[in-house]
């Protein structure tokens, strides 16, 4: 399966042609003495009819349509020799039974067998080589990036569940969007779409541009149980198959590698490093790669051959390419894992350029903190000898009403303001005999603190107040003003 990092073509490979062994109940192609019947329960379908006609007799349906290729004759076919009325020249062998068109009945989208990838529009097949179709299965539908090609219009596909696409080609016509949508109300389109219940077909016009790939949108849920549903899984014989990995139905004999990725991975150049170095040169091993989004690469190997033995090729083969990976920076992969059916289960973590990177910042911010740490530790230090190794304590409320003493026996001064009235007041602060038995009552009793009046009022900015200082021997002396107004 090709990787999803670049536009994906998958094109429907049932189709309504006569010359298609599977659309006849027999298996075969009619022979000339056959009775062929398209009445098959009354379908209306479209049959595309390539070559010459040479049957005994035809049946033909109530409704459906047949587009005959240029050329096209009907002939009736020689006559059978009365030794044996089954037989004729040509080696057609008749039971005398109808040969039924099987062709018309829809088959299921989720059947991965139905499609195959190709090049590109024009529908060529694009090479396989060693690539494995029994796991990954959800990757072999049509994924919500893909082109999807129908190559004729002879063709009949039932869809079960919604399905999302990047775009669509229905012979050799291109259709996005809403014209896809109209499409699908022509006489033609309902002979070739079948839905069923809640089911229908969005054209997003869209495609993977992920250099890491792009998840194919229908791992787990209902739709992976959908597409097991309508796989066959091979017989295993391995002792101890791996269960199927995301997007897988069936079990395996080999390994299964899972990558974490970085930024930079690019799957298309990681699938063909792998292949130049490894697969080419395996060939005993088929391979499968697929983005599963969120960073993840997965890549199954497994063996062609079955057998005791099988699984062993593929697991050593993926012991190399973890080893290879593990000691290569060029491969952009953060971390991987290996399980193999022989019970191997490894982990490692190359070392690449962004890690790289990551570590460096990382010792960076360490050595900063501890720089950080070392020098907070010798600050404390500092402040603590400059102390005297004694802890600082806030000032007690005695040194304050010392200070604030002091600072009463030194007003000397009268202080005047007028206020707009022009009436005086006097305050009088009281008597340096007085201010010094304050520092005395002070001094003896450390815990004792002073008040200072000129922080217990507000100023009123309409108005203004005369204080006066006076000296004074009556010890009642009291603060006088003429409006109650305060600092």
Do not use: H
């Not at 109530?62 to 059978?80: C, H, K, M, Q, R």
């Not at 792998?274 to 989004?293: C, E």
């Amino acid at each position: 399966i090709a990787a999803q990092n670049n536009p994906t073509y998958k094109q429907w490979i049932p189709n309504t042609n006569y010359n298609n062994p599977s659309n006849w109940n027999k298996n075969r192609l009619p022979c000339d003495q056959d009775t062929i019947s398209f009445d098959n329960n009354n379908s209306n379908y479209t049959v595309f009819l390539q070559d010459s006609l040479a049957v005994k007799e035809v049946i033909f349906p109530v409704n459906g349509d047949f587009v005959f290729e240029e050329g096209f004759t009907i002939s009736s076919p020689p006559p059978a020799p009365s030794a044996s009325p089954s037989s004729t020249p040509s080696g057609c062998q008749s039971d005398g039974t109808p040969n039924i068109f099987i062709g018309d009945i829809p088959k299921n989208w989720f059947n991965p067998t139905n499609w195959m990838v190709v090049n590109g529009p024009s529908g060529s097949s694009a090479a396989t080589g060693s690539i494995a179709s029994n796991v990954m299965q959800t990757n072999q539908v049509p994924c919500v990036t893909d082109t999807v090609i129908f190559p004729s219009n002879a063709f009949a596909v039932n869809i079960t569940l919604p399905v999302t696409i990047g775009s669509i080609l229905v012979n050799g016509q291109q259709y996005l969007g809403q014209q896809f949508t109209n499409y699908l109300t022509t006489s033609a389109a309902k002979t070739q779409f079948y839905f069923g219940f809640g089911s229908s077909v969005t054209v997003q016009d869209i495609t993977c541009t992920n250099s890491s790939g792009c998840p194919c949108g229908y791992s787990g849920g209902a739709f992976q149980r959908e597409i097991c549903k309508q796989s066959t899984c091979p017989a295993i014989s391995c002792a101890n198959p791996l269960n199927p990995p995301l997007g897988s139905c069936c079990q395996i004999c080999g390994t299964v590698m899972q990558f974490s990725v970085s930024s930079t991975f690019n799957l298309a150049v990681f699938e063909q490093q792998i292949k130049v170095s490894f697969l080419n040169n395996a060939a005993n091993v088929l391979y499968n790669i697929q983005s599963t989004g969120n960073g993840t690469i997965l890549l199954i190997l497994q063996d062609k051959n079955n057998g005791t033995t099988s699984g062993d090729a593929a697991v050593a083969l993926g012991k190399n390419i973890f080893d290879r990976i593990k000691s290569d920076t060029n491969y952009n992969i953060t971390s991987e894992t290996l399980r193999g059916s022989d019970g191997t289960v490894i982990t490692s973590k190359p070392t690449t350029s962004n890690n790289a990177v990551g570590i460096g910042v990382g010792v960076a911010v360490g050595v900063v903190a501890v720089i950080i740490l070392l020098s907070i530790v010798y600050f404390i230090y500092c402040r603590r000898n400059s102390s005297g190794g004694q802890e600082m304590t806030t000032p007690q409320p005695s040194g304050v009403s010392k200070r604030m003493n002091a600072f009463g026996r030194r007003m000397r001064s009268t202080f005047r303001t007028r206020t707009s009235s022009g009436l005086i007041g006097a305050m009088e602060l009281g008597t340096r005999s007085e201010a010094e038995q304050s520092v005395a009552d002070v001094e003896e009793k450390p815990g004792l603190s002073y008040e200072n009046p000129l922080y217990s009022t507000t100023v009123k900015e309409e108005s203004e107040t005369v204080f006066k200082l006076k000296e004074t021997d009556d010890q009642g002396a009291t603060y006088e003003t003429s409006e109650s107004v305060g600092f």
